[in-house]
């Protein structure tokens, strides 16, 4: 198992195998809330997530990683914005794993989303699929069981397409001058250009941190790229020229923003090569 340590923005685990309700609540406890916030109204319809999860549960989805937000506000601790990761049982084997990624909260800031999203063994680092894949949200009224349970079905049938489009990135060849334009668009993603040049250069957000990812097929250059911003650690230089580390991202927003852009760069540059 993999504990994430408690990050500035954000607390999780991500594990080699399916999470236990007791692993989850360590870290996650806004997943077991036993009722909404006090600031919503009667019309909030409250459902735990933890229900939604066993929901999943019996229809073969099981957890691979949880995290939460933190808050200054101790108030909103156990109904803060919560992520969760799940695999099918026929997505769970392989290089990559398919995973449907849950957002909610109980303090009305997220209503249930589904992402498509793929996990990638070698590098430990989890993607998030970009706009073309099915982007499911569900208000907190009605049968949200029910329709986060079809929700995720939905999600689980566009796998075939994004398998494709991984399949379609690893056959395509980039040259270095491409591979310098597609670092140089990530790193306009991540960093304003009205707060200066970005800390770090498109060399060292291409430079591979293991062997098997010197390749130059479109695929291992995402994975390069979104590996380096993700994770942070790189040394570089902010706007006063002194000294600097990036940090890695960490927050749920900030990472799925993130990384739906990169996806979203690297299927518009397959699409162009293609």
Excluded at 2 to 13: K, T
Excluded at 64 to 85: A, G, L, P, S, W
Excluded at 166 to 184: C, H, I, K
Excluded at 241 to 247: A, K, L
Aim: proline letters at 3%; hydrophobic letters at 35%.
């Amino acid at each position: 198992m993999q504990l994430a340590s408690r990050f500035r923005n954000a607390s999780g685990v991500r594990a080699d195998r399916p999470l236990s309700d007791d692993q989850i609540r360590a870290v996650a406890p806004s997943i077991f809330a036993e009722s909404a916030h006090e600031s919503r109204s009667a019309r909030y319809t409250y459902i735990p997530t933890i229900d939604v999860l066993n929901g999943l549960r019996r229809e073969g989805f099981q957890p691979f990683m949880v995290c939460q937000t933190r808050v200054r506000n101790e108030d909103k601790r156990e109904h803060t914005k919560h992520m969760i990761r799940l695999r099918h049982a026929d997505q769970i084997t392989g290089r990559e794993a398919n995973e449907i990624i849950l957002l909610n909260s109980h303090d009305g800031t997220s209503s249930y989303q589904m992402l498509a999203g793929m996990y990638r063994f070698v590098c430990q680092n989890g993607m998030v699929c970009g706009e073309t894949m099915n982007d499911i949200r569900v208000r907190h009224n009605g049968d949200v069981v029910g329709e986060v349970i079809e929700g995720a079905f939905k999600v689980l049938d566009s796998f075939e397409t994004v398998t494709a489009q991984r399949e379609a990135m690893q056959s395509l060849t980039v040259n270095q001058g491409e591979q310098a334009a597609f670092a140089r668009a990530a790193l306009a993603l991540k960093y304003d250009e009205e707060d200066g040049a970005a800390p770090i250069t498109e060399a060292q957000i291409l430079a591979p941190r293991r062997f098997e990812d010197r390749r130059d097929d479109l695929w291992t250059t995402f994975n390069r790229v979104q590996e380096n911003l993700v994770k942070g650690g790189l040394r570089g230089r902010n706007r006063n020229g002194r000294t600097t580390t990036t940090r890695p991202v960490n927050g749920i927003d900030q990472s799925v923003k993130l990384n739906r852009a990169l996806w979203v760069l690297a299927e518009e540059m397959r699409r162009l090569k293609g």
